[in-house]
Nanobody, 130 residues
Framework: QMHLEESGGGLVQPGGSLSLSCAASGFTLNMYAVAWFRQAPGKEREQIACIQNVDHTTTYEEPVKGRFTISRDNAKNSVILQMNNLGPEDTAVYSC???????????????????????WGQGTQVTVSS
C-alpha cells in the first residue's frame, strides 16, 4: 500500500528553522515528483515547493524563495523541506503530495493543481510564534 507521512512540524520562534520530512512507504519516492503545500487558517491551500521526478529540478513560490529548500533523501525514501528564517506568516498545516502516476499530471507537472497529485500525506502543523 502506497503511503506518505509528514513529520517535523512544531512550534518555532520567528527567525527559527524547521525541517519537514515526507516519507514514503510502498513505493520508491524518487521515481515521482513531490510537492509541498500549505494551508493557513482561513486561506486556500497553496503549493510552495516542488521537485521533479526526472531531472529533480526544483521550483519555489515567491513567499518562500530563498528561505525554503526542497531536496531528496533517497536513503530514507523521503523528501525534505528545510525551512529557514520562519515568520508568523508561515504558520500553516504543511502537506506533501506525490505526482507522476497519471498522464494528466504531466500536462502541467509541478504546476499541476491539487486534484492532479496522486497521493497525499495527512499534514503536519507548523506554528511560528514568540
Amino acid at each position: 500500500q502506497m503511503h506518505l507521512e509528514e513529520s517535523g512540524g512544531g512550534l518555532v520562534q520567528p527567525g527559527g528553522s524547521l525541517s519537514l520530512s515526507c516519507a514514503a512507504s510502498g513505493f520508491t519516492l524518487n521515481m515521482y515528483a513531490v510537492a509541498w503545500f500549505r494551508q493557513a487558517p482561513g486561506k486556500e491551500r497553496e503549493q510552495i515547493a516542488c521537485i521533479q521526478n526526472v531531472d529533480h529540478t526544483t521550483t519555489y513560490e515567491e513567499p518562500v524563495k530563498g528561505r525554503f529548500t526542497i531536496s531528496r533523501d533517497n536513503a530514507k525514501n523521503s523528501v525534505i523541506l528545510q525551512m529557514n528564517n520562519l515568520g508568523p506568516e508561515d504558520t500553516a498545516v504543511y502537506s506533501c503530495a506525490m505526482g507522476g502516476v497519471r498522464a494528466s499530471w504531466y500536462i502541467r507537472k509541478c504546476s499541476a493543481g491539487p486534484s492532479e497529485w496522486d497521493l497525499w500525506g495527512q499534514g503536519t502543523q507548523v506554528t511560528v510564534s514568540s
